[in-house]
């Protein structure tokens, strides 16, 4: 393994500069001395989350599928009753049809719905990529119908995989 160059060894110490650790945790100092010209890295402690109440909590999505259910969609034994494909729509386009989507299926005694996000395009920036899908959870979390959905999970890859979700309805 070779060492750095000088320029190498600055570039590197300005990238270190804007780490921060995954865990809320404080990282642990590493026994191993870092190289002389990097400094290390401090980790950003963050306060502690506060207590959970005692009050109840209304169930999350995704809480109430059984084994069978888990193992249909897994395995991608479903079909599902109705599909939206959000492709090419912007976010306000995307969150007025998945409203649409709810409520027709709600109407109509649909149980299961198919929703096309796209896959997360590769060599993009993250913040660039994704922002469907990355709303589609809290979005239906905080749907007029979110009392009416019973599961949201990754579909299978004959729906498009990554790119799509099922969506669970309750019944009645």
Same mark, same amino acid.
């Given at each position: 393994?070779?060492?750095?160059?000088?320029?190498e060894? =600055?570039?590197?110490a300005k990238? =270190?500069?804007?780490?921060?650790?995954?865990?809320? @945790?404080p990282?642990?100092?590493?026994?191993a001395?870092? =190289?002389?010209?990097?400094?290390? #890295?401090?980790?950003?402690?963050?306060?502690?989350?506060p207590?959970p109440s005692?009050?109840?909590?209304?169930?999350?999505?995704?809480?109430?599928?059984?084994?069978t259910?888990?193992?249909k969609?897994?395995?991608?034994?479903?079909?599902?009753?109705?599909?939206?494909?959000?492709?090419?729509?912007?976010?306000?386009?995307?969150?007025?049809?998945?409203?649409?989507? @709810?409520?027709?299926?709600? !109407?109509r005694?649909?149980? #299961?719905l198919?929703?096309?996000?796209?896959? #997360?395009?590769?060599?993009?920036?993250?913040?660039? $990529?994704?922002?469907? /899908?990355?709303?589609?959870?809290?979005? @239906?979390?905080?749907?007029r119908?979110?009392? /009416?959905?019973? =599961? #949201?999970?990754?579909?299978?890859?004959?729906?498009?995989? !990554? !790119?799509?979700?099922?969506?669970?309805? $309750?019944? !009645?």
């Amino acid at each position: 393994m070779r060492s750095l160059s000088p320029e190498e060894q =600055a570039l590197w110490a300005k990238v =270190a500069e804007t780490i921060r650790p995954l865990s809320r @945790l404080p990282r642990l100092e590493q026994a191993a001395d870092p =190289a002389p010209s990097i400094p290390p #890295v401090r980790p950003v402690v963050r306060p502690a989350a506060p207590t959970p109440s005692l009050a109840p909590r209304k169930p999350s999505i995704g809480a109430t599928l059984d084994g069978t259910w888990d193992r249909k969609l897994r395995t991608g034994q479903v079909t599902p009753d109705r599909t939206l494909d959000l492709h090419g729509f912007t976010l306000d386009q995307a969150w007025s049809a998945i409203d649409g989507l @709810l409520e027709d299926a709600v !109407g109509r005694g649909d149980r #299961v719905l198919l929703l096309i996000t796209g896959h #997360v395009p590769k060599g993009e920036p993250p913040v660039a $990529r994704g922002k469907i /899908r990355a709303a589609a959870h809290d979005w @239906l979390a905080a749907s007029r119908h979110a009392s /009416r959905i019973a =599961a #949201v999970r990754n579909a299978h890859p004959r729906h498009g995989g !990554g !790119g799509s979700l099922y969506i669970i309805l $309750r019944r !009645g």
